[in-house]
Nanobody, 125 residues
């Protein structure tokens, strides 16, 4: 079972990036999925999550209004569209799956049991 994150890179402030997370080995269509990020010297923090009931979405206060999470269960993928990027968005971004609680979306990274390898996003000022 593997989650593969991609789409990171270097972008100027105000620009956009689209991260994608592809799952293989099992389907995660019945599991909440999330994106987290970790900047150097900081703890891993919640960015966005998407549930299984009508694909309900949740965002951190810093992501709300700028980022959009979506999922395509036919392709077993979860994307994160990031607009109006800021230098403080610079971090390694991880996708994750929570297979323990189908109908509850958690913001706690410890609740998630499958993780991608991370993709680096660097926003220059």
């Amino acid at each position: 079972v593997q989650l593969q994150a991609s789409g990171g890179g270097l972008v100027q402030a105000g620009g956009s990036l689209r991260l994608s997370c592809a799952a293989s080995g099992r389907t995660f269509s019945s599991d909440p999925m999330g994106w987290f990020r970790q900047a150097p010297g900081k703890d891993r923090e919640f960015v966005a999550a998407i549930g299984t009931i009508h694909s309900n979405t949740y965002y951190s206060s810093s992501a709300k209004g700028r980022f959009t999470i979506s999922r395509d269960n036919t392709k077993n993928t979860v994307d994160l569209q990031m607009n109006s990027l800021k230098p403080e968005d610079t971090a390694v971004y991880y996708c994750a799956a929570d297979t323990g609680r189908r109908f509850i979306v958690s913001f706690n990274p410890q609740q998630y049991d499958y993780w991608g390898q991370g993709t680096l996003v660097t926003v220059s000022s």
